[in-house]
């Protein structure tokens, strides 16, 4: 079955969006990810359709509203939908590569995406919502941020790269950024191809990015180092 997503937003025109291109784009059109959107709007409240109101206790921005959201979420996704139920939020658990691949591995999600200063806390708990942050910064919306993980997500999925060892050695994959990559021409504006790449010797060739990959990661980001030690990973 193919990987389901179902985004809740104000602003459903924003999808496919860059989901709608290359690598995302041919998985959407050969059905391998199936991507709805969901107006939040169309459960708005009163003539005009409200969907957010000011803050309890004072303060500035607007509040997306509980029972809006509850009755869009459960329109979405009745009972029995055992996909996860993601709230994209600055406050949420790091997207890292690990819960990508999980993601990955399951049916799909439902992607709520925030809007103004958030949403009513008690939607969160009431749905059993997933905050899921992409990282320490803020964005006007939470629809670009569900994009992000579904790019994450799709590229994944059984079929998606053309290469299936194309990930194998990728960032993250191995716990280790990505050693460096170079190609045609051998020399550019003097600078040339590291002569072990183009030796023909395979092993060499390992041992050359596999030490490339530990020094950019010591150098970059040395937290990655020791979240490898503490996982036993390689
Ligand atoms: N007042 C909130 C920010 C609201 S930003 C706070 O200070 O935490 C509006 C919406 O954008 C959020 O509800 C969320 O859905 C989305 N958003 C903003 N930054 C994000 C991030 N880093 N990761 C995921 N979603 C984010």
Request: glycine share 12%; hydrophobic share 40%; with cysteine.
């Amino acid at each position: 079955m193919a990987f389901r997503a179902t985004v809740l937003t104000l602003y459903p025109e924003m999808f496919p969006g860059p989901l709608g291109v290359s690598l995302a784009g041919k998985a959407l059109e050969r059905g391998d990810a199936v991507l709805e959107t969901r107006q939040i709007r169309d459960f708005g409240k009163g003539r005009h359709r409200a969907v957010d109101d000011t803050p309890a206790g004072g303060g500035a921005g607007m509040v997306l509203r509980a029972d809006v959201l509850g009755e869009a979420i459960d329109a979405a996704s009745p009972e029995g939908d055992s996909r996860p139920r993601l709230l994209m939020s600055p406050r949420g658990r790091p997207l890292t590569q690990d819960f990508v691949r999980d993601l990955a591995a399951g049916e799909g999600a439902l992607i709520v995406c925030g809007r103004f200063e958030g949403v009513d806390e008690r939607i969160i708990e009431g749905r059993g919502l997933i905050e899921v942050s992409i990282g320490d910064y803020v964005l006007s919306g939470g629809e670009i941020a569900a994009m992000v993980l579904l790019d994450a997500v799709i590229r994944l999925l059984p079929g998606v790269m053309g290469n299936d060892q194309s990930g194998v050695h990728e960032s993250f994959e191995t716990r280790l950024l990505e050693h460096p990559h170079y190609t045609r021409p051998a020399e550019w504006e003097g600078r040339t191809i590291p002569p072990v790449l183009t030796s023909g010797d395979h092993g060499a060739v390992e041992r050359w990015r596999r030490a490339e990959a530990e020094r950019i990661t010591r150098d970059r980001r040395p937290d990655l180092l020791t979240a490898s030690k503490d996982r036993g990973a390689t």
